[in-house]
């Protein structure tokens, strides 16, 4: 399993950021994928999800309304658009498969994770 993600930055509040991951080592087009981010301090915490099929997707409270996952299945990629970004937003953020969901928690597939991309929201 190999995941790259990348486009984050430093923006600052109230910018947007489009990040993306590269997914290999496994049959993205059937796996259903999610960000999870990690700030300083914290441990990692799930952000978004998206079906294998984009039927369906599911946010975190914190990001609803202002986060969009999206997929390309013909690319391997992942896609996360965040706008009205927020100092709390800072973290490392993630990629991986999701194993399974509970309410509004879900929980990563692979053991193995990228190297992420550093998301900096400050002024």
């Known amino acids: 399993v190999q995941l790259v993600e990348s486009g984050g930055g430093l923006v600052q509040p109230g910018g947007s950021l489009r990040l993306s991951c590269v997914a290999s080592?496994?049959?993205?087009?059937?796996?259903?994928m999610g960000w999870f981010r990690q700030a300083p301090g914290k441990e990692r915490e799930f952000v978004a999800t998206?079906?294998?099929?984009?039927?369906?997707?599911v946010y975190a409270d914190s990001v609803k309304g202002r986060f969009t996952i999206a997929r390309d299945n013909a690319k391997n990629t992942l896609f996360l658009q965040m706008n009205s970004l927020q100092p709390d937003d800072t973290a490392v953020y993630y990629c991986n498969g999701v194993r399974y969901c509970k309410g509004y928690n879900c929980y990563p597939e692979h053991d193995s994770w990228g190297q992420g991309t550093q998301v900096t929201v400050s002024s």
């Open positions: 080592g496994f049959t993205f087009g059937s796996s259903a």
């Open positions: 998206i079906t294998w099929n984009n039927g369906n997707t």
